[in-house]
């Protein structure tokens, strides 16, 4: 922060005489770094290369602050899934900035269309493995409860239908203290009931100041 400082001073001071004009640039400038430390997830001229170096997202930007979503749509192909995970720091094929708040001990949750590797696991496995990784054994119950996997428990992955697995893998939310979602089409094999259970689980993320990326084909979270 000093040394941008001192740079922007140097240089202002060379081209702006009038000194309340130069107090006030600083005071913006001071401002926008500010702004710009605070926010939860910030993408600036991220242009993001597919496996034969073809750009399939060029030049995009924005932030979410505390409190923020951001609704990523477009067609099939173009782009969502590796923005997301470009954010996530699992995809690296990109230029440009793809920035996290790091003052989290675990800053982001991804939840994407990939299978879970655990897939041989039954259920109560899957869930007590990520309770440990996350230390939130006493949210177990809670999730377990939330998205209704009693009687799924003792069932391995692999025999879930898709709508199940896809409750499973979503119960990780709940598992998880982290304050940035990054979502990828996490209503995609869920009825109407459980899509909204979702919906309410992103909403209170959101109160608690939290921030949410979500690429969806779905109009479900227009309403937050």
Same mark, same amino acid.
């Given at each position: ?17 009038? &000194?309340?004009?130069? @107090? ?7 401002? !926008? ?22 750009? #399939?997202?060029?030049? =995009?930007?924005?932030? #979410?602050? +505390?409190? /923020?979503?951001?609704? *990523? ?29 790091? &003052?989290?001990?675990?800053? =982001?949750?991804? #939840?994407?269309?990939?299978? +879970? ?18 230390? $939130? ?6 999730? #377990? ?10 069932? &391995?992955? @692999? ?8 409750? =499973?893998?979503?119960?990780?939310? *709940?598992? $998880? $203290? ?7 089409? +996490?209503?995609?094999? !869920?009825?109407?009931?459980?899509? %909204?259970? !979702?919906? %309410?689980? =992103? &909403? ?5 100041? /939290? ?12 309403? !937050?």
């Amino acid at each position: 922060m000093l040394e941008l400082v001192d740079l922007f001073l140097s240089t202002a001071c060379a081209a702006t005489p009038n &000194k309340l004009l130069l @107090s006030t640039l600083f005071h913006l400038f001071c401002k !926008l770094e500010e702004d710009r430390r605070s926010c939860m997830i910030t993408c600036e001229n991220l242009t993001i290369f597919n496996h034969t170096q073809s750009p #399939i997202v060029c030049n =995009v930007g924005f932030s #979410i602050m +505390p409190g /923020g979503m951001f609704i *990523l749509r477009g067609a099939n192909g173009s782009g969502k899934s590796r923005l997301l995970r470009s954010c996530a720091g699992i995809y690296t094929n990109y230029t440009g900035l793809a920035l996290l708040d790091q &003052k989290s001990s675990m800053p =982001v949750m991804l #939840i994407d269309q990939t299978l +879970p590797a655990e897939m041989y696991e039954t259920v109560e496995n899957f869930l007590l493995f990520y309770a440990k990784c996350y230390g $939130s054994y006493n949210s177990l119950a809670a999730t #377990i409860h939330y998205f209704e996997l009693d009687p799924l428990l003792e069932i &391995k992955l @692999s025999f879930l239908s898709a709508g199940q697995l896809q409750r =499973v893998n979503l119960a990780r939310l *709940l598992l $998880s $203290s982290s304050r940035i979602w990054l979502l990828d089409e +996490p209503e995609q094999h !869920l009825d109407s009931y459980f899509t %909204h259970k !979702l919906v %309410h689980l =992103v &909403k209170i993320r959101l109160a608690e100041g /939290g921030a949410v990326l979500i690429a969806t084909h779905s109009a479900c979270f227009d309403e !937050l």
